[in-house]
């Protein structure tokens, strides 16, 4: 079979493997609903006080605008951890005993899978974009053109870019997890700002090439009027007026395709680039080194053949009472598997069981980082102590806020993560005590990453900001837990996340400023609503915890 | 009143009947269910353990109904499912704390004794990522006697362990059962032949059989056969009988079967084990073509 067949292959099953979730269908939803609020008149493409005039070619350019603004950022989270998922499901190492298994190969044939998936998305995008143009006034042969072309030429090469990065991501181990999905967005928004540069080589979203095209057209239209800068708005109502001027669309000069063409070449590109970072096929590949650092501290190699031989046999160990084991484990001739005079556990009051079950979730969410993390959180506690004066303490939790994120994002969907559902939810109480125990110990994380500022507001007296941060602190948590309940990943979360940390501490939207940071959000009132949002993310988990059973039952 | 009341009960996946009609009562000591790849013996174990519910028919523990309170039956529920994850970067001794609070027990020092009763006492304290399959098992084997339960579902549990593993679980077993219900589900007619008291055995979803071993063996007293045979008949007496064994030797092949008369003229009858027992039944079904299901 050529490679190029085996690439085929393997892209078609996961490509089908995907297609045939429940969740595909909610992200065509979701490219649908892109499409109507193009159609709605949400999206705004304006050179000062001036926008292109309506008709195909400015529905083709606001496609392409979605497109680059929209799914570059949440096509990234929808085709991200196809990787994870084939070494979560021992699919990768099967992959890996076949000669298909190349780490080449493997990337080549994610990428196009993602490419797939992006490209499904853009088409329900495109056509209805079509369709829509052909509700209002008919569509012509030019007008397909005239969408298609900003459609195929910017807004795909745009999402072969986003592909390769996916894979790029997927392989480097500590892009996997929720490091790389907050990463993410600072690289997406870096991508959006070198767009407004107006280098070709780096206007990934098409941006600059709309802008040059629309301001020469301004120019010959209307000649005694100076403007520049594309601004791009997306709101729900409320567009500001705006003189229309005639546009025929951005002319696809040789040069100007060629362009577009790199980004798809740079796309592909990262997918290669990502086959050299891939150990999809060692389950210990993920930890360089790692493994040895094990093998030394236990005095064993988990997992290696020569182990597993001697452990069935067993050899002499040192201490003539015992039987060294492969595993590092040792057997007592006479001792083991003996359930006999065993003390009985105490079953404890409900308030205490649901006490330790918190407890046991705080404990996990807080373990099993590396050093630096706790590093970074003690010091984000001393940094609120040495602001500026005038700076609120709470300032410190635009960074410390950052450090629990993979540990919150696995709230309400850990157990299907790693399949220790039927244990879980066999145990007593799998709605009523271990969900809000999550909850709990999720906002107990918070308090503890933001252990400095709290105390900093306690001892300055200011209960008001005080109240506004242990909104948030049970805001994210909810979040997090219906989310994670809901879709069973960790990606919502931490996608979403990133972005209302950018939006409402950041930038200073007061009813998204769930950390208070602003003394506006506080003056507002933003504590109330982040209370009762959080109660209503909490009971909306329930059903997401409740679906969870039924669908491992 | 038995302890554990299975009455009538079905469960459907969409058209497909996974179990159907199923009753069994049980009062204690380990009960063996039997049965090949896909004949609902997961199914009824999740039921039991109040993951699934079923779509007929009801499971009554100490009297009532497990609908009614799930929790009254989870408190005492020991589950070794047979497929299950752990967090990889725990340890063996922090996973079990962690389930242990999942429970709302105070266990530590069950917790402690437990490590050493499945030998992972001296790795306790490695991530469990580093762990080989047999080591996993036996830390899910743990977890599930962390609360001493009074009702112990394993499902498969010797997957994963080595030879002498195997041994000391069946022994644990036996032991356990000696005051409270432990189900033991497998496809490996030796695990259940060196534990149970009482076997029941689930074909396509059916309950085809139920009772001591010794009415299961009495079924096929007399229909056990070994014969010596050139090893191209193989392929037919395979395809004519239930054929427990066959080992290749320089005579030919020796060939252990399950047939209502001899099966070549050189065939001597034998005593009849176990794994005869439930061959015999599994073909009789098959035989039967359905019938009494």
């Known amino acids: 079979m050529s490679r190029l067949r085996t690439i085929l292959d393997l892209a078609l099953g996961d490509f089908r493997e995907r297609a045939r979730r429940y969740s595909f269908l909610l992200t065509l939803g979701a490219a649908a609903y892109l499409a109507y609020t193009v159609h709605a008149g949400w999206w705004l493409v304006r050179i000062g006080e001036y926008a292109p005039a309506s008709g195909p ?12 603004i929209i799914l570059s950022l949440v096509g990234f989270y929808v085709v991200k951890g196809s990787v994870e998922r084939d070494q979560r499901t021992g699919v990768g190492q099967i992959l890996a005993a076949t000669p298909a298994g190349t780490r080449l190969q493997y990337t080549a044939a994610k990428f196009v899978s993602n490419t797939a998936v992006l490209g499904a998305m853009l088409l329900v995008l495109g056509a209805l974009a079509v369709a829509m143009a052909w509700w209002r006034s008919g569509v012509s042969a030019a007008a397909i053109w005239q969408i298609g072309a900003p459609t195929l030429l910017i807004a795909a090469p745009t999402l072969v870019l986003v592909a390769g990065l996916a894979v790029l991501f997927d392989s480097v181990p500590w ?286 007296g200011d209960l008001v900001s005080l109240a506004a941060l242990g909104a948030g602190a049970v805001f994210v948590p909810a979040l997090a837990l219906c989310l994670g309940a809901w879709s069973g990943s960790t990606r919502p979360f931490e996608a979403l996340y990133v972005v209302l940390w950018y939006i409402g501490p950041v930038n200073g939207v007061p009813f998204l400023d769930f950390m208070g940071v602003s003394g506006q959000a506080v003056e507002v009132g933003a504590s109330g609503w982040f209370t009762l949002s959080a109660a209503a993310l909490a009971l909306l988990a329930w059903p997401g915890r409740q679906r969870q059973m039924s669908a491992v039952g | 009143m038995s302890r554990l009341e299975i009455e009538s009960v079905s469960k459907r996946y969409g058209d497909l009947w996974a179990l159907r009609d199923v009753s069994l009562e049980i009062d204690r000591g380990v009960v063996g269910l039997l049965g090949p790849n896909g004949a609902g013996k997961s199914t009824l174990m999740r039921i039991l353990a109040t993951i699934s519910r079923p779509t007929e028919g009801r499971v009554l523990w100490e009297g009532r109904p497990l609908t009614d309170d799930p929790d009254r039956l989870r408190r005492t529920l020991g589950y070794l499912p047979q497929e299950f994850g752990l967090y990889p970067r725990l340890t063996a001794r922090e996973f079990l704390r962690y389930l242990a609070s999942a429970k709302g027990l105070d266990a530590d020092e069950r917790l402690e004794q437990l490590l050493s009763v499945v030998n992972l006492r001296e790795a306790a304290d490695r991530k469990l990522e580093t762990y080989s399959g047999g080591m996993r098992q036996r830390v899910g084997i743990a977890q599930a006697l962390l609360n001493d339960p009074d009702l112990l579902i394993v499902d498969e549990p010797t997957v994963g362990l080595d030879p002498e593993e195997r041994a000391r679980f069946r022994s644990l077993l036996s032991e356990l059962g000696g005051d409270r219900i432990v189900l033991l589900s497998t496809h490996i007619v030796s695990d259940v032949e060196a534990t149970a008291q009482r076997i029941a055995v689930l074909d396509d979803g059916h309950l085809r059989a139920d009772g001591p071993p010794e009415e299961l063996l009495a079924a096929v007293e007399g229909r056990v056969w070994e014969a010596v045979v050139a090893a191209d008949r193989l392929p037919d007496l395979r395809s004519r009988y239930p054929v427990a064994s066959a080992a290749h030797r320089a005579d030919g092949a020796h060939v252990r079967l399950v047939a209502d008369g001899p099966p070549t003229e050189n065939a001597r009858q034998v005593d009849p084990s176990l794994e005869d027992a439930y061959l015999g039944l599994m073909q009789d079904g098959r035989e039967d073509g359905g019938e009494g299901r």
């Open chain 1, 57 to 68: 070619v400015r529905l083709g350019m606001l496609v392409a605008q979605a497109t680059g």
């Open chain 1, 175 to 460: 892009l996997r997890g929720a490091a790389g999905n907050v990463l993410y967005f600072f690289v997406w928004s870096g991508l959006i700002g070198a767009s407004v540069a107006g280098s070709p080589a780096l206007d990934l979203t098409g941006y600059a090439l709309i802008h040059d095209s629309l301001r020469e057209a301004l120019a010959a239209a209307r000649p005694d009027v100076s403007a520049s800068g594309l601004t791009v708005q997306l709101r729900p109502g409320g567009l500001p007026d705006v003189t229309r001027f005639e546009w025929a669309g951005v002319s696809w000069s040789p040069g100007a395709v060629a362009w577009r063409l790199y980004w798809v070449a740079a796309g592909t590109g990262l997918a290669g680039l990502a086959a050299l970072f891939l150990h999809l096929f060692d389950p210990f590949g993920d930890r360089s080194g790692s493994r040895e650092e094990d093998a030394e501290e236990n005095g064993a190699e988990a997992g290696d053949p020569d182990e597993e031989a001697a452990a069935s046999t067993g050899t002499a160990a040192a201490d003539a009472g015992t039987t060294a084991r492969g595993d590092g484990t040792a057997r007592s001739p006479a001792g083991g598997f003996s359930a006999s005079g065993l003390p009985s556990p105490r079953a404890a009051s409900a308030v205490r069981a649901f006490l330790r079950t918190a407890g046991g979730e705080l404990r996990l969410l807080v373990s099993g980082h590396a050093w630096w993390w706790y590093g970074l959180v003690a010091a984000a506690s001393v940094a609120a102590f040495l602001l500026p004066s005038g700076t609120p303490p709470q300032t410190v939790l635009l960074a410390a806020w950052l450090l629990p994120v993979s540990a919150w994002s696995s709230l309400g969907c850990r157990e299907r993560q790693h399949g220790t559902e039927q244990m879980l939810f066999s145990a007593p109480g799998p709605r009523l005590r271990q969900l809000p125990a999550q909850l709990a110990a999720g906002a107990g994380l918070a308090l503890l990453t933001a252990a400095g500022p709290v105390v900093a507001l306690f001892l300055s």
